[in-house]
């Protein structure tokens, strides 16, 4: 789990823990009529708005919002660049030996058309269908949690609607007035905690994954045209670096230094063992 997800629900058990248990009695905060009433409605609410397929899916889905696997940008523009350079070197087809060791399986496709001679517009709008229904497909995962974010309110003030109902029979009834009104009040609270402290923040955290997973499959599709296209591999590496912020361009930067200054100690190391070696 990343660490914002884990923080953020910290924080949020304990600002609704403080005021449920800070005097008076929390036992009043708890209602199975109200949960089943509100977490129940919800479900079958999505259930008739859903197939039973994308709903089984849901654990994947949440496991994928509340994972700490990042897009690695920088990484994959030196890639990218490196991928160019042996492509200058050595031609295309010896592309096709470094696709073991990727870990990207779009990006090994994406190797894989060029290799094998697609042309350049055939291998962008394939590339360019697949990005678009994995966009389609992870707005489906988002769009199943915003509708149980709407759900789950809803769903509240039924309940609350039926509480003022049963208030209003149970004017002539004192002893009863206390029940229906705490019906009428939890079942909102319900609702409100379910779509706002679960389903809506799960959504937005699967809409900047999905964003930041897009971003980077369009950055190969740009690196692997220009090294079908036998560009400058300097050209490539500074029109992919338009895909960074300015806070990762610096650190994309600052290690390319780091990483130039090691090879610059290897080579001198390499020399100075060479002359060595003359001397003797």
């Known amino acids: 789990m990343d660490l914002a997800t884990l923080i953020g629900i910290i924080i949020g058990i304990v600002c609704i823990g403080i005021p449920i248990f800070t005097g008076g009695r929390p036992r009043i905060f708890y209602d199975p009529s109200s949960l089943i009433l509100v977490l129940g409605g919800g479900i079958a609410s999505t259930l008739i708005s859903y197939r039973v397929k994308e709903i089984?899916?849901?654990?994947?889905?949440?496991?994928?919002?509340?994972?700490?696997?990042?897009?690695?940008?920088?990484?994959?523009?030196?890639?990218?660049?490196e991928?160019?350079?042996?492509?200058?070197?050595?031609?295309l087809l010896a592309l096709e030996a470094d696709q073991e060791r990727i870990e990207d399986d779009f990006m090994k496709r994406s190797l894989q058309l060029i290799v094998d001679g697609v042309e350049p517009e055939i291998i962008k709008e394939s590339l360019d269908v697949e990005l678009e229904n994995m966009s389609l497909r992870h707005e489906k995962g988002q769009g199943l949690f915003r509708t149980m974010g709407a759900l789950f309110p809803a769903w509240g003030m039924i309940g609350t609607l039926i509480g003022l109902i049963k208030l209003l029979d149970s004017l002539d009834r004192p002893e009863?007035?206390?029940?229906?009104?705490?019906?009428?009040?939890?079942?909102?609270l319900y609702g409100c905690l379910l779509a706002h402290f679960i389903c809506n923040p799960i959504a937005n955290k699967l809409s900047i994954k999905s964003k930041e997973e897009i971003q980077q499959k369009e950055m190969i599709i740009e690196g692997i045209l220009s090294i079908q296209a036998g560009e400058n591999p300097r050209i490539m590496e500074h029109k992919l670096k338009t895909f960074l912020s300015t806070e990762q361009r610096a650190i994309y930067e600052a290690k390319n230094n780091e990483n130039g200054r090691n090879r610059e100690r290897e080579e001198s190391a390499e020399r100075e063992s060479s002359r060595r070696v003359v001397t003797k």
Do not use: C, D, H, Y
């Open 83 to 91: 991928l160019s350079q042996k492509a200058r070197r050595e031609g």
């Open 176 to 188: 009863n007035i206390g029940p229906a009104m705490a019906l009428a009040l939890i079942t909102t």
């Open 56 to 81: 089984l899916k849901i654990m994947k889905v949440v496991a994928n919002a509340f994972s700490n696997k990042e897009s690695n940008l920088e990484a994959t523009i030196r890639l990218l660049v």
